[in-house]
């Protein structure tokens, strides 16, 4: 097999594992356009229907959390498959849900496949990806989330328009928002049937003294200039190495009860959501009237955002091989900084109270602007970067364990921000939120500059000593 051959099948692998990122995606946007119909039907409060929102993301956090222990025990490719079981089924339930609390069930259910596959993507494009590679298909589980978001928002408007809304019948003498749920078994079945179909990952089977398996894998993937006796010897080194040092097998360690590089990896996670970028997601309607749009105009400005993230990871596709991780993310960091900036700024001219705000002038003009600005900058740097360097950036014998610390730290922080959002709103309006998220924004670029490593080029193999030394 020729060098573009392998690389073609590194990357048509790499694809097939970011198919858990449009799941991720999917759920965490087909959810709002049903909300209101959920909560006219079953006539919740807004406090439980905000449980029914944010439970999934609790789900989420257990999912990840597990879900790296798992691949350890079962490997990658058969907890990808546990992961759409667990989706596909809930998905099915959500639609049949007769209370508000049967539903939070189940969208708690789907959560938990959500977060496997937001662990298991990650680990496993980096764990098959030649390092010349490995930043560019890493970056493809961003690009997938952002695509899963787009189909969700457009899936739910088809589904709301088709029955003159999502609370109205439309098939079979079941309402639209029903229907929004029952879409996401397509790609749940999509996803477990190349689940089924994928090879394991090559350091998982050397972790198994499956050598002749892992040749096969490494083989397919790296091209006939690598040496892949080379590199399962590598794998081997790397794994005696560990178990000899039986700490290395833990995430345990000195600082406040963690390795240190682990840590790095858990406040990495933490100040990507804590930059506010699914206030924007979740709350953008606010947002757009109140700088002028009608709420009739909400899903295209909506879709304007989410097809925006998904054109920006493009960027970071063709830079994070060729500029590195640590570059990228610094200059994310700033731009986050003055885009979040600016908005507070201009939410301190605002008129009204809560939910109607309005912002006249230029002024509207400068926040709608700056928030696209920083839809930009997220997309195109610390959205796809964080979970390559998430798969990559943690020894090989915690990596999974590890990535699955750092994910469910994500989705825990992703649950507060949602949560926090509507009430720090209400009492202090849009400002004070906008300037706590560039303030996190700022110190996530004194973190960048003094903890993350730069991982470009460098084998997983090689990964212990560079992380550790940065951390």
Request: charged share 15%; net charge negative; aromatic share 10%.
């Amino acid at each position: 097999m020729n060098e573009r051959s392998a690389h073609r099948k590194a990357t048509g692998l790499a694809v097939a594992a970011a198919v858990g990122g449009f799941l991720f995606g999917f759920d965490s946007s087909v959810i709002n356009g049903a909300v209101d119909a959920i909560e006219g039907q079953f006539e919740l409060d807004s406090t439980v229907t905000g449980l029914v929102v944010a439970v999934a993301l609790l789900g989420c956090a257990l999912g990840a959390w597990s879900g790296g222990k798992l691949a350890d025990r079962w490997g990658r490719t058969n907890v990808m498959v546990l992961g759409a079981v667990l989706f596909f089924v809930s998905s099915i339930l959500s639609a049949i849900a007769w209370s508000a609390w049967d539903l939070a069930l189940w969208r708690f259910m789907a959560g938990v496949g959500i977060g496997i596959a937001s662990v298991i993507a990650p680990a496993y494009i980096a764990e098959i990806a030649p390092a010349a590679m490995r930043g560019r298909l890493g970056s493809l589980q961003q690009l997938a989330i952002t695509v899963g978001i787009f189909t969700a928002l457009l899936s739910d408007q088809i589904l709301a328009t088709s029955a003159g809304g999502a609370a109205n019948e439309l098939w079979l003498g079941w309402e639209a928002w029903r229907w929004m749920f029952i879409v996401a078994v397509v790609p749940a079945a999509v996803y477990g049937i190349l689940a089924v179909r994928m090879p394991e990952s090559p350091r998982y089977l050397v972790s198994k003294g499956k050598d002749a398996d892992a040749r096969a894998v490494l083989s397919s993937v790296l091209g006939p200039e690598e040496d892949v006796e080379d590199r399962i010897a590598q794998i081997h080194r790397s794994i005696s190495e560990d178990e000899e040092n039986a700490e290395l097998g833990s995430l345990k360690g000195s600082r406040l009860g963690l390795k240190p590089i682990v840590w790095v990896g858990i406040v990495m996670a933490i100040f990507q959501q804590f930059v506010g970028i699914n206030v924007i997601f979740y709350y953008s309607t606010t947002l757009w009237q109140a700088v002028g749009f009608e709420e009739s105009q909400a899903f295209l400005v909506s879709t304007i955002t989410a097809v925006t993230n998904v054109a920006v990871t493009f960027i970071a596709i063709a830079l994070i091989d060729k500029v590195g991780r640590r570059p990228l993310l610094l200059i994310g960091s700033a731009g986050m900084a003055v885009s979040l900036g600016l908005m507070a700024i201009a939410f301190t001219q605002a008129t009204g109270s809560g939910e109607n705000v309005s912002l006249d002038g230029a002024w509207g003009i400068v926040a709608l602007v700056s928030a696209n600005a920083f839809v930009v900058f997220f997309g195109a740097t610390w959205g796809p970067l964080m979970w390559v360097l998430l798969g990559e950036m943690f020894p090989n014998r915690i990596r999974a364990a590890a990535l699955g610390v750092g994910a469910a730290a994500n989705w825990i922080a992703n649950f507060a921000i949602t949560l926090t959002f509507p009430p720090m709103l209400a009492t202090f309006g849009p400002a004070l939120p906008y300037l706590m998220y560039a303030i996190f924004a700022v110190l996530s670029f004194f973190f960048v500059l003094t903890k993350i490593p730069e991982t470009k080029g460098v084998e997983l193999e090689d990964m212990s000593g560079e992380a550790y030394h940065r951390a």
